[in-house]
């Protein structure tokens, strides 16, 4: 059975740059590698869907052009596919934060990934444990209802799946029933395994989408396979 629609992990972003949300160079080799991989195993498509973000739009550009399609591919921005707002989840956390440029000093700038990480798990525990809803425009809840909102508003087509361009917050949350993840840590620890330009495949299936496959990561090797 043909794949409906293909959740797309954007390429790699820039971490610790002045502004994140922007491919690396490598990010941009790993989309182009993508559509590579998707103009040899796909037909044709159906659809294009992004999300806003500016990594995932870049992404879905380089991949679609390695594909051989112009510019011109009709495409839906769709918000349900942007990450969770890490920035935010963050600031909520160490609340001296709110200030950007204390926020710069502590965090983007010259943090090490390794402390930032440490950083970033705490902070997103605490976002997931249900016990501090009210702080965050975003609760957990509402994080998994969009994505679950999105995902139904998908229309399989004919001529071949609906690209999906996204992130892995949101490709694990989609997921995370046929995964049996239930609780926030599990579909987390999907999530920050979900490799950059990485294929994941619904299918058709009775009531709904079927998970074909998860973090499909094979075209990719050497310096194109990264996680974040």
């Given at each position: 059975?043909?794949?409906?629609?293909?959740?797309?992990?954007?390429?790699?972003?820039?971490?610790?740059?002045?502004?994140?949300?922007?491919?690396?160079?490598?990010?941009?080799?790993?989309?182009?590698?993508?559509?590579?991989?998707?103009?040899?195993?796909?037909p044709?498509?159906?659809?294009?869907?992004?999300?806003?973000?500016?990594?995932?739009?870049?992404?879905?550009?380089?991949?679609?052009?390695?594909?051989?399609?112009?510019?011109?591919?009709?495409?839906?921005?769709?918000?349900?596919?942007?990450?969770?707002?890490?920035?935010?989840?963050?600031?909520?956390?160490?609340?001296?934060?709110?200030?950007?440029?204390?926020?710069?000093?502590?965090?983007?700038?010259?943090?090490?990934?390794?402390?930032?990480?440490?950083l970033?798990?705490?902070?997103?525990?605490?976002?997931?444990?249900?016990?501090?809803?009210?702080?965050?425009?975003?609760?957990?809840?509402?994080?998994?209802?969009?994505?679950?909102?999105?995902?139904?508003?998908?229309?399989?087509?004919?001529?071949?799946?609906?690209l999906?361009?996204?992130s892995?917050?949101?490709?694990?949350?989609?997921?995370?029933?046929?995964?049996?993840?239930?609780?926030?840590?599990?579909?987390?620890?999907?999530?920050?395994?979900?490799?950059?330009?990485?294929?994941?495949?619904f299918?058709?299936g009775?009531?709904?989408?079927?998970?074909?496959?998860?973090?499909?990561?094979?075209?990719?090797?050497?310096?194109?396979?990264?996680f974040?």
């Amino acid at each position: 059975m043909e794949p409906s629609v293909l959740l797309l992990r954007h390429g790699q972003a820039s971490f610790g740059a002045a502004d994140y949300d922007v491919l690396s160079g490598t990010g941009l080799r790993q989309a182009a590698r993508l559509g590579e991989e998707l103009r040899a195993r796909v037909p044709g498509i159906s659809a294009v869907v992004s999300g806003t973000m500016r990594r995932q739009r870049e992404t879905a550009d380089a991949c679609l052009h390695a594909m051989g399609l112009g510019p011109d591919v009709p495409r839906v921005f769709d918000p349900a596919w942007n990450e969770f707002d890490h920035v935010e989840v963050l600031r909520v956390y160490e609340p001296r934060w709110a200030d950007q440029a204390a926020f710069d000093a502590s965090v983007d700038v010259g943090t090490s990934v390794e402390a930032f990480d440490r950083l970033f798990l705490a902070a997103v525990a605490r976002w997931t444990s249900g016990e501090n809803d009210g702080e965050y425009l975003e609760p957990w809840p509402a994080f998994l209802g969009r994505v679950d909102a999105g995902l139904k508003r998908i229309s399989p087509g004919a001529s071949g799946p609906v690209l999906v361009f996204t992130s892995g917050g949101p490709i694990a949350a989609a997921c995370r029933k046929p995964l049996g993840a239930k609780q926030p840590s599990e579909v987390l620890s999907h999530a920050f395994r979900v490799a950059n330009a990485s294929i994941t495949a619904f299918e058709n299936g009775e009531g709904g989408f079927a998970l074909a496959s998860f973090n499909d990561h094979a075209h990719l090797s050497g310096a194109l396979l990264t996680f974040r």
